[in-house]
């Protein structure tokens, strides 16, 4: 991994506040749209950064814990949402709660850095900790499409790209370009397999389109539309 999504939390996590933004319109709003009512609810975030995302659904009364494996990131989690839970992930969420159990647990945009090695023990891991009822709901880029292109971001694949491989991204252009962390490349098959493999059942599937009255800042290929969003019980 040649650059840390934490050295550049100021730029590419803000993503996730900025509702003119494909990613919010295509993806966290969408998210939010599906915990609500949100007041009272204990929603886990894996992956969850700076709290961009999940500091606003603190706002509108859900209980937040969340995790990330970076230290720094995690600083800046519990200065942007005090009232949440912020923990560093070191791979062991169900002994870190100890028992305790949360109502949904969310995603976006962090299993795709995760090797799958490591992945299948975490939505095990995972599983353990969401209540009978409970949902995971995951917001990913799509990657069937080959050189991907969404606001300010660039999926660089190489020919014959296969499961398991590194998918370069880049953020800008020009000399404002910033290299991010590399993602995993993984078909909608491999989603499929993983999470069935780890116990749960998927109960929605899809690739959000725009309205196509809206005019974003955002290139994409009109056949691969550039998230997934999932929703398991």
């Known amino acids: 991994m040649r650059t840390n999504y934490g050295s550049i939390v100021d730029g590419y996590m803000n993503y996730a506040t900025n509702q003119e933004l494909p990613e919010w319109i295509?993806?966290?709003?969408?998210?939010?749209?599906?915990?609500?009512?949100l007041s009272g609810k204990t929603i886990l975030d894996l992956g969850c950064g700076p709290a961009n995302f999940s500091s606003v659904l603190t706002e509108q009364g859900a209980v937040i814990i969340g995790y990330d494996a970076d230290p720094?990131?995690?600083e800046n989690a519990r200065r942007?949402?005090?009232k949440g839970d912020y923990r560093v992930n070191r791979g062991l969420i169900a002994q870190d709660l100890n028992g305790k159990q949360v109502d949904e647990i969310i995603a976006t945009f962090s299993i795709c850095v995760i090797p799958n090695r490591e992945l299948r023990y975490i939505l095990r891991d995972l599983r353990e900790v969401l209540k009978p009822g409970g949902r995971f709901l995951i917001l990913e880029p799509n990657q069937l499409g080959s050189g991907i292109k969404?606001?300010?971001?660039?999926?660089?694949?190489?020919?014959?790209?296969?499961?398991?491989?590194?998918?370069?991204v880049t953020l800008g252009s020009g000399e404002s370009t910033c290299e991010l962390t590399d993602d995993i490349y993984r078909t909608h098959a491999d989603y499929?397999?993983?999470?069935e493999e780890a116990g749960f059942t998927i109960?929605?599937?899809e690739e959000p389109r725009p309205d196509p009255s809206w005019e974003g800042d955002w290139e994409l290929e009109a056949k691969y539309p550039p998230f997934l969003l999932i929703v398991a019980h």
Not at 29 to 37: F, G, R, V, Y
Not at 192 to 195: M, T
């Open 203 to 205: 109960d929605q599937f």
């Open 26 to 37: 295509l993806g966290h709003k969408p998210i939010i749209q599906a915990l609500e009512p």
């Open 192 to 195: 499929r397999q993983l999470l």
């Open 150 to 168: 969404y606001a300010k971001l660039h999926y660089h694949h190489k020919k014959n790209v296969r499961t398991g491989d590194l998918v370069s």
């Open 72 to 74: 720094t990131v995690i």
């Open 80 to 82: 942007n949402d005090p």
